[in-house]
Nanobody, 115 residues
Framework: QVQLVESGGGLVEAGGSLNLSCAAS????????MGWYRQAPGKQRELVAT???????NYADSVKGRFTISRDNAKNTVFLQMNSLKPEDTAVYYC?????????WGQGTQVTVSS
């Protein structure tokens, strides 16, 4: 059983910063990919950023240069540093862990950016 617990969401003004974290527990292979997705009201869930256990990263074009994903393999924790936030970044952010092609999701954390 894999569990993902997110923290760090909240309300911030445009131009501000937030840092999300997600701790994974349970039976987790050391070869995995962790990441963040988001879903805004009325829209489909979309990829924000991912990072492999080897440190390879991938970002959505909309967040490149503003968001940074990182991880602590020893603690099975992934972080998302979000800078220069925009109102269009408002969404529920979901932590994601992929192990042997199986997707696991956190419960989501709300990020609201006011203009």
């Amino acid at each position: 059983q894999v569990q993902l617990v997110e923290s760090g969401g909240g309300l911030v003004e445009a131009g501000g910063s937030l840092n999300l974290s997600c701790a994974a527990s349970g039976s987790i292979s050391r070869f995995n990919r962790m990441g963040w997705y988001r879903q805004a009201p009325g829209k489909q869930r979309e990829l924000v950023a991912t990072i492999s256990s080897g440190g390879f990263t991938n970002y959505a074009d909309s967040v490149k240069g503003r968001f940074t994903i990182s991880r602590d393999n020893a603690k099975n924790t992934v972080f998302l540093q979000m800078n220069s936030l925009k109102p269009e970044d408002t969404a529920v952010y979901y932590c994601n862990l992929v192990v042997t092609a199986v997707y696991h999701w956190g419960q989501g954390t709300q990020v609201t950016v006011s203009s």
